[in-house]
């Protein structure tokens, strides 16, 4: 997380033994959630709280390529699993 006002980076390191992120996305409610191919699950992080969550995948590498949202949701497609995910936020 990059403070424009101290020009300063603050890093986190991923949960689990052997992360590998793939794709990010940042809610309506500032909440970082990414997809983790090495745990297979997605991962929410409250950076106020400085805060992970995975929320493990249901099906074996799933390969979560990207994530979108709105208000309220956050989608992903497993392309791997040919199933469209979708957390409901709210």
Do not use: C, H
């Not at 986190?12 to 940042?26: H, Q």
């Not at 929410?44 to 099906?59: G, K, M, V, Y």
């Amino acid at each position: 997380m990059y403070n424009p006002s101290t020009n300063q980076w603050r890093e986190w390191k991923l949960p689990g033994s052997r992360p590998m992120a793939y794709a990010v996305y940042v809610d309506d409610q500032d909440i970082v959630w990414l997809s983790d191919f090495g745990s297979n699950t997605l991962v929410r992080f409250d950076p106020s709280a400085e805060t992970f969550t995975p929320l493990p995948l249901s099906s074996p590498n799933s390969n979560l390529r990207q994530i979108l949202g709105r208000p309220g949701e956050v989608w992903s497609p497993a392309s791997s699993a040919d199933k469209l995910l979708v957390v409901y936020t709210s």
